[in-house]
């Protein structure tokens, strides 16, 4: 059964928590990981990993590097759930 | 009809001594900073290392590699003429040929041990520590020393923001010999040749001849990749090696990743779910990454400091350029 967008949302926010201490309702759509989550490309490819394993979807290297705003990873894992 | 005998060894090997050997100078983090736009914070947040170890110009790999090599000789208390093989891993030696290993035999006294370079970047030493236990078990050779020996800081350039801050230059060095009870468990190894462009030299030598402005090549990784790969990817084989030790990670008294990075040793002692009394390897705080030399320096150094201790059984696991792994179970001399 394919995630919605929403429910990609909340999910990846609780990853995103775990992963820097952050409340999960300060992590929204228009947020972007490095400017204002303060989230470094290591700390994004800890996310994407656990990301991946919690929407059973791949997600390329050079696809996770070209993530800016946390609706970009949302939109990409909706995608890939096809 | 007649046969041929086989050659016949002990049923078990075991490591006997390890010897260090770090280059002379201190590279703070300041000292580098500079070209790279970057900060004393920025590195420790971003790798954990404070300094690097660095050779002198006048240190050269070879140099390194004997005296780690000699004192594991000493500790150990052989003869290095019992030694049958001497297995070099370096991917900082200047000659496509004749090998570092012969030389280095030759200069501790173990000429005419037979002598090969092994090309596995930061996996070299667990490499080398599965061949020895092979070859140990095998008959082939008594007593094997395993060499790793990187001088990283000549690849290195200084405006690179994706290794070069991260290198240091040493030697670590093992002697692996026959043992009454089991010493070195299966090694879980493998490459990924499909991600050669991961981590590695910025071109290749024949196309510095063709165009001698590319200057001399350095190193690059794409490091969001390789941390991937290493903190996730690697805990699984880390895990494999366990289990193939007949253990479980509650077992482990001392972990020796490969001195990457310290997010990737955090990351993975997460994935592998080691229990906090695991004493941890993280020598690159001070020494930065040595590559092949990283992990019996790791393991030297908790021996030395008294973190370790002999009959500890120690995970280790090296990976990187080619992409190549190996992990296995030893147990501490």
Partial sequence: MAYTEQEVLAGLAEIVAEETGLPTDTITAEKSFVDDLDIDSLSIMTIVTHAEDKFDVTIPDDAAKDFNLVGDAVNFIVGAQA | ?333
């Fill in chain 2, 1 to 333: 009809m007649t046969s041929l005998k086989p050659s016949e060894g002990p049923a078990y090997s075991r490591i006997y001594s390890f010897g260090a050997r770090r280059g002379e100078n201190v590279v703070t983090n300041d000292d580098i900073a500079g070209p790279i736009n970057s900060s004393d914070e920025w590195i420790r947040q971003r790798t954990g290392i404070i300094t690097r170890r660095r050779g002198t110009a006048e240190e050269s790999v070879i140099d390194l590699a004997v005296d780690a090599a000699a004192q594991a000789i000493e500790r150990a208390g052989i003869d290095p003429q019992e030694i049958g093989a001497v297995l070099m891993s370096t991917v900082t030696y200047f000659r496509q040929t004749p090998s570092a290993a012969a030389i280095v035999a030759d200069r501790v006294g173990a000429n005419p041990a037979a002598a090969w370079d092994i090309s596995a970047a930061c996996a070299g030493y667990t490499y080398g520590i599965a061949q020895a236990d092979a070859l140990v078990r095998a008959g082939t050779a008594k007593y094997v020393l395993v060499v790793g020996a990187e001088k990283m800081s000549d690849f290195i350039d200084p405006t690179d923001r994706s290794i070069s801050f991260l290198l240091g230059d040493g030697a670590g060095a093992a002697i692996v010999g026959p043992s009454e009870t089991p010493g070195i468990s299966k090694t879980i190894w493998g490459s990924d040749g499909s991600r050669a462009e991961a981590i590695g030299q910025t071109h290749s030598w024949d196309a510095l001849r063709e165009n001698p402005e590319l200057g001399w090549p350095t190193l690059r990784q794409d490091g969001p990749s390789v941390f991937k790969w290493a903190g996730f990817k690697m805990a699984n084989y880390a895990i494999e090696a366990i289990e193939a030790a007949g253990l479980t990670p509650d077992d482990i008294d001392v972990f020796a990743p490969h001195q990457a990075n310290m997010r990737i040793i955090d990351q993975m002692i997460k994935q592998i779910n080691l229990p906090e009394s695991v004493v941890v390897g993280r020598d690159i705080a001070d020494t930065g990454n040595t590559s092949a030399a990283s992990i019996p320096l790791a393991i030297d150094r908790l021996l030395e400091e008294g973190q370790a201790k002999s009959g500890d059984l120690c995970l280790q696991i090296g990976f990187g350029a080619g992409l190549v792994y190996a992990a296995q179970v030893v147990v501490l001399p």
